[in-house]
């Protein structure tokens, strides 16, 4: 659910109604539904990488896409931000189809992918500037933000340096400041946390969170579970390109009749068992 003050008014389009949100960083009408996408199926010659996923999130949650390796989390991820073309099916991003409205779809979206792909002969403050420059973010409020984000991130000293001299994990938290420069209503991330010390994963979560008390909407794949059970508002648990449970870890709970399960528990009972469970909202 949206976390600030807001109205509703009619809308025409494939949602028909629109939540505008004030008091939010983005100053603009939000949709109460940012993700949703109907049957989308990516099929790579005879293999299915997602079969017929159709999953709807909201303005303000911080949902978890978890699965074993090969389920088809980051092709689900690369269909969401218009890097390849679906099968079949259909994504929209805040009321923009991810196909033949990719360009709007793509300027209130950041994607921070597993592994980064930097520019190593800029310097930490000038790739983010090149980012924010791209999307058109006015110089003072890019500085800001960027300062802000290198100073929770531990990379303020570093800002300066090139980005070849920087470790994996400083790389991710560089890419991380770059991805939320512009603000984006929709923020994917791609294991977000792997290669980062305690302290900075810590932070990173915090940061997260707060985007999404923003009203941004982060959709999150990660194999560290206990991560998603204690930040994510549901958890969609994808197995052979199936999604085969979604929901608050409440509601996973529920249909595992047992309410003291871990996440860790239902992950490996429902990906053991690839029979098609659904969970949570429609």
């Known amino acids: 659910m949206c976390r600030s003050h807001c109205s509703y008014r009619g809308a025409s389009g494939p949602n028909l109604l629109m939540l505008r949100c004030y ?20 099929i790579f010659g ?29 092709t689900t991820i690369n269909m969401l931000t218009g890097l390849i ?23 209130i979206t950041g994607l921070m992918p597993d592994t980064p792909q930097l520019y190593d ?14 999307y058109e973010v006015p110089p003072k409020q890019s500085e800001e933000r960027m300062e802000r984000m290198l100073d929770m991130l531990d990379l303020r000293d570093a800002g300066g340096d090139l980005i070849k001299s920087y470790s994996y994990g400083m790389q991710k938290k560089i890419l991380l400041v770059a991805v939320l420069v512009h603000a984006p209503r929709v923020l994917f991330l791609d294991e977000p946390t792997s290669g980062l010390d305690p302290k900075s994963a810590r932070t990173v ?60 528990d239902i992950f490996l009972n429902l990906t053991e068992d690839v029979e098609h469970t659904r969970i949570g909202k429609e």
């Open 121 to 134: 002969t800029l310097t930490g403050r000038q790739f983010v500037r090149l980012i924010a420059d791209l």
């Open 85 to 107: 073309r679906p099968t079949s099916g259909v994504a929209s991003i805040c009321g923009y189809d991810v196909q033949t409205q990719s360009r709007q779809a793509k300027s």
């Open 205 to 264: 979560k915090e940061m997260l969170r707060e985007q999404c008390d923003l009203g941004c909407t982060v959709f999150m794949t990660t194999h560290i579970l206990e991560i998603a059970e204690r930040v994510c508002d549901r958890i969609g648990i994808i197995n052979k390109g199936r999604l085969v449970a979604v929901g608050s870890m409440n509601e996973l709970r529920k249909q595992s009749a047992a309410s003291n399960l871990s996440l860790e």
């Open 46 to 74: 005879k293999l299915v990488a997602v079969d017929r996923l159709t999953m709807e999130i909201e303005s303000g949650e911080l949902f978890g896409f978890l699965g074993p390796n090969g389920a088809g989390k980051t």
């Open 23 to 42: 008091g939010t960083a983005y100053g603009v009408c939000l949709l109460p539904l940012m993700i949703t996408t109907s049957a989308l199926t990516k």
